[in-house]
């Protein structure tokens, strides 16, 4: 992969296209143990950035999933 400097750190370019694309997430969990019960929070982020160039100008996509409780 090819890396898209003038998009900002992370960005690569998806070959065979002038498209630009970021994923980045993260995860996280852990135990709570009370008196009556035991938790475990599970907390989960997905992003996707792209970005690309048209005609009419700069076209962008985010999508950003987050998944879990606390």
Partial sequence: MEPCPREGI????IPGTTTCIRLSGRASASVDVGTYRTETPVQS???IDSRSESGLGP???FVRIDVGRR
């Fill in 45 to 47: 982020r997905l992003s």
């Fill in 59 to 61: 076209v962008r996509s």
């Fill in 10 to 13: 992370g960005f690569v370019r």
